[in-house]
């Protein structure tokens, strides 16, 4: 049985309390990890929060219920796990069936792609993988302290994005990127809000920022060509607006890993690795099938879309 969390589940979450998984690490670094997962006790207004909270009974452990929760924005192609617990439950049949439920939820709601980061050794990424999940990239976050800077002042390096800068964040993403990421997850312009940093009137550097009331999320997209790198990383605490001593981490994709040298010379503090993987909810099939021909002799195409299909 799998039904939506309500407040007689809250015993549930306190019992696990030390037990859960997050699988959207951002959300925990920038929003908080408290008692209850966020959006838990909102529930009832799930379709407006765009967070939803699952309770599945596992009949192959004593019948001890599982937790899981995903976010989707209405219209948005990307849904992410966000938490699951409690951790002893990962490898159990009930697991496996909870996720599925997500992923069904999610692909319901218009989502083509269902993504979790998890660290790439843990038994939770095993069961991901059982599950559909496929690993598409992969990333480091840093945690960015005050750094004393031995480059330019930060006001002559970084600026606030424009929309003048639109075009130039599109090329850059665009040339660093690589294809799979790019038709996984919606691209930075979507929300475009950060800094960049041109060289002769060209878009080098761009640092899409997320901020939360615990954190800052800083992604990084950094031209290799450029010969300030380590200078702009040095510059980026004073740069970012509206920090209020805010902690920033930084999101390091596997194609920025050429930046790992520079923040581990600045002193700035690394995690494990992750595997960033997605689940497709929504398969173009494409299989050949008969022509056909309409009244004017043309041939026509026959394309067809299935939602949850593994």
């Known amino acids: 049985m799998i039904r939506s969390?309500?407040?007689?589940?809250?015993?549930?979450?306190h019992r696990n309390r030390n037990e859960g998984i997050w699988?959207?690490?951002?959300?925990a670094l920038t929003r908080w990890m408290a008692l209850?997962?966020?959006?838990?006790?909102?529930?009832?207004?799930?379709p407006a929060t765009g967070i939803f909270t699952y309770v599945a009974r596992d009949d192959g452990n004593g019948g001890e219920p599982i937790v899981g929760q995903l976010s989707h924005g209405a219209g948005s192609v990307k849904a992410k796990l966000t938490f699951i617990t409690p951790e002893r439950a990962i490898?159990?049949?009930?697991?496996s069936r909870l996720l599925d439920h997500l992923a069904k939820v999610a692909g319901e709601r218009g989502a083509h792609n269902l993504l979790a980061e998890v660290p790439e050794v843990s038994p939770v990424y095993e069961t991901l993988q059982r599950s559909g999940f496929a690993i598409y990239t992969r990333q480091r976050f840093w945690s960015l302290g005050v750094v004393e800077p031995d480059a330019p002042d930060a006001s002559s390096l970084w600026r606030q994005v424009g929309e003048e800068d639109e075009q130039g964040v599109h090329y850059l993403y665009h040339s660093l990127v690589p294809a799979l990421v790019?038709?996984?997850?919606?691209?930075?312009?979507?929300n475009m809000n950060g800094?960049?940093?041109?060289?002769?009137?060209?878009?080098?550097?761009y640092v899409h920022l997320a901020y939360g009331p615990t954190g800052i999320l800083a992604q990084p997209f950094v031209h290799t060509g450029t010969d300030h790198a380590r200078d702009l990383l040095a510059s980026l605490y004073e740069a970012i607006p509206n920090a209020r001593s805010r902690p920033i981490y930084l999101c390091v994709r596997s194609h920025q890993a050429w930046?790992?040298?520079?923040?581990?010379?600045l002193g700035f503090e690394s995690g494990p690795r992750q595997a960033v993987m997605v689940k497709r909810l929504v398969v173009p099939l494409r299989d050949?099938?008969?022509?056909?021909?309409?009244?004017?002799?043309?041939?026509?195409?026959t394309t067809t879309t299935s939602f949850g299909k593994k």
Do not use: C, H, K
């Open 5 to 13: 969390f309500d407040w007689r589940d809250f015993p549930i979450l």
């Open 182 to 190: 790019q038709q996984t997850e919606p691209p930075p312009w979507e």
């Open 288 to 301: 050949a099938v008969p022509a056909r021909l309409n009244n004017a002799g043309m041939e026509i195409t």
């Open 91 to 95: 490898e159990t049949a009930g697991m």
């Open 23 to 27: 699988l959207d690490p951002s959300l």
């Open 259 to 265: 930046l790992a040298p520079f923040l581990d010379e």
């Open 36 to 46: 209850v997962p966020a959006g838990a006790l909102l529930a009832s207004l799930a």
């Open 195 to 205: 800094v960049a940093y041109s060289e002769d009137g060209e878009v080098v550097a």
